[in-house]
């Protein structure tokens, strides 16, 4: 688990909250996967299709 966030006072800080959320993959192994690339940093972006999006 990350730690609590460090405030650096940006104006952008807390346009974090406004960002759709969703989970990792359509099951708990697959998300714990996807976490750990992540985590290692090989897994830098995700994105999704069009037709999901709002």
């Known amino acids: ?4 966030k460090q ?7 807390k346009e ?3 960002l759709d959320r969703f989970a990792f ?3 708990p ?5 996807l976490l750990d ?3 290692r940093g090989m897994k ?3 994105c999704w299709s069009v037709e999901e999006g709002k």
């Open 1 to 4: 688990m990350i730690g609590e």
């Open 37 to 39: 690339l992540v985590l």
């Open 29 to 33: 192994v697959l998300a714990d996967r």
């Open 44 to 46: 830098t972006a995700t």
């Open 16 to 18: 974090w909250e406004t």
């Open 7 to 13: 405030r650096c006072g940006c104006s952008w800080e």
């Open 25 to 27: 993959g359509d099951e």
